[in-house]
């Protein structure tokens, strides 16, 4: 009866019941997930990544421990333990400290010092896979302080890496179970194709080939979830791929930089923290350095002639000089007339003082016959002759008129040249004093010498200079007031006309994040960043616009919360790290 009613029941209604058949045994093997959407809740969360589970991919066992104090570093090398201990607003090592370690419930170890702020202790090697509380006693001169934390070793993350393995294999299975549905409806389509004729064949060759697609849906549900549109899982869930297993510095691939602590010791990296209050408002002006007037001078001639040294000596740059030293010899210029005419009229005096010098002789061999007036007279007048011969021969004698120092100082600059002729009131040499210096700067706008609290010089060189205010012009200099300052201290290597930057801080506050100007990198591309510290081993950058306030100091106005810990010294290197 049953095989009578299965033939007698119409084609259509035969391949529909396979179709229902083919549908349940395809969707009890269907375990693909959905696609992620907005607003979605994933079965499980992602987690974040974090450097010690990337140092601890990379081999590295590392626990960081912190306080207000202190920050630290313990790093498991299987039979011992290395810290490294710095202090936790500046990271500077703390060096010459007692450090003392409990590893779980065992007691507390003396650690000691390797290098300057690296400890080690000589433990048992830890079991894989496990998380070992670590507890950190510290007595230094900066305070004592207790850290606590835990030490996870490698073998938790290998577990992750085995675990998505499997997952990955798990997935292989959807794709033969497709290649076997589409293997068996190309093989019943082959069966009914020979079996019946091609009209009938034609009308079931669609029964395998659904089987067909819809084993290879199952094959593409077996696909990891498509995350939704800015949200790359798989990116935020892979580990930060350190250099040699954590040892040499790299940047990661979310902009952030690992510098291990070996390298920070190298670089000296320092840090700040920044905090918000009233930072004065300064007034930038365009400056350059001069010699101090009461320290320097300008030499001179009152007379033409032709400049030579005295004998064989000439200045020399930098040379330091005393005050009246002969720098130079000048020998009067004009015609030959004029040079006969003066050694003429150098000749009838010397004439005359030989004629006066006869006189007192005969004079003075007459005693109580002449007056003793006749005599004074008579050595007065050999004196004055005396004189006018040597003021006129001293023009003719070689060498001419001697150039002397008038002060102590350093020759700063020679104008003359031996052989050249100079104009009278022609500068030959510079002098000043090199240490004493001043700042000529102008201003284009009103400055009011009681409102300004500090003046500060910023050098091309990064470098900053302390400076002092002496005196604001009440008369305009090409529409600016000069304003003149005197450096407090000197530096090596400055030079009277090098330009500067003037820095007059003013009692005008408002509220900002102070640090120095050390602290801010400019990139090729003309961003300013600062690297904040976010981590033992650590530094992400921070796109901030800033104010300059003065020679060595800015003013962060944005891009930069308070607290954060910031890179003062060394930001320039972790800049150039890739």
Known sequence: MSSFVRRSLPSPCR?????????????LGWSAPLLAHEDHDHEQPVATASVSAASSAQGRDVAELASKRYEALV???????????????????????????????????????????????????LAPGTETPITLTIQAAAGDALLSGTLVTAAAVEASVTGRLVAGLAAVWRWALGLLVLLA?????????????AARAAGAWAFPLLAGVLGLAAVAGGAPAAAHEGHDHAAEAAP????????????????????????QRILELRTEIVTAGPTPVSLRLAGEIAGDPRASAAVQTLQGGRVAGDGSRWPVLGARVRRGEVLLRLTPSGSGSERASAAAEAART???????????????????VVSRVEVETARSRVASLRTQVAALRAPLAQGGEAILAPIDGLVASIDARPGTVVAPGETLLTLIDPARLSIEALAFEPVVAAGVTRASVGLRDGSALEARLIGVGAQLRGGAVPVRLDLVKVAPG?????????????????????????????????????????????????????????????????????????????????????
């Not at 529909?16 to 549908?23: A, S, T, V, Y």
């Not at 019943?188 to 004729?197: F, I, K, Q």
């Not at 930060?240 to 390298?263: C, E, H, I, M, N």
């Open 15 to 27: 391949s529909w019941r396979r179709l229902h058949l083919l549908l349940s045994w395809l969707l």
């Open 75 to 125: 790093e498991s090398h299987g039979d011992h333990l290395d810290i490294w201990l710095d202090r936790y607003d500046t990271n500077e090592p703390v060096t010459g400290a007692q450090v003392g370690i409990r590893i779980g419930e065992s007691s507390v170890q003396a650690a000691s010092e390797e290098t300057p702020g690296q400890y080690t202790v000589s433990i048992t090697p």
């Open 185 to 197: 409806g190309l093989g019943l389509l082959l069966r009914r194709w020979r079996a019946r004729t």
């Open 240 to 263: 930060l791929a350190l250099v040699d297993g954590g040892t040499r510095p790299v940047r990661l691939p979310d902009g952030s930089v690992f510098v291990p602590k070996a390298t």
């Open 350 to 368: 010397a004439s005359e003082l030989g004629q006066a010098e006869v006189d007192l002789a005969r004079l003075e061999g007459l005693p109580g």
């Open 494 to 578: 400055l030079a009277v006309g090098q330009p500067v930057s003037v820095f007059l801080e003013r009692s005008v506050t408002v509220p900002g994040l102070r640090l120095p100007l050390d602290a801010v990198v400019r990139l090729t591309s003309g961003e300013r960043v600062v690297y904040e510290k976010i981590g033992a081993e650590r530094f992400v950058p921070r796109t901030v616009r800033i104010r300059q306030i003065s020679g060595d100091r800015i003013v962060v106005l944005e891009g930069l919360e308070p607290q954060a810990r910031v890179v003062v010294r060394g930001a320039p290197l972790i800049a150039q790290i890739r």
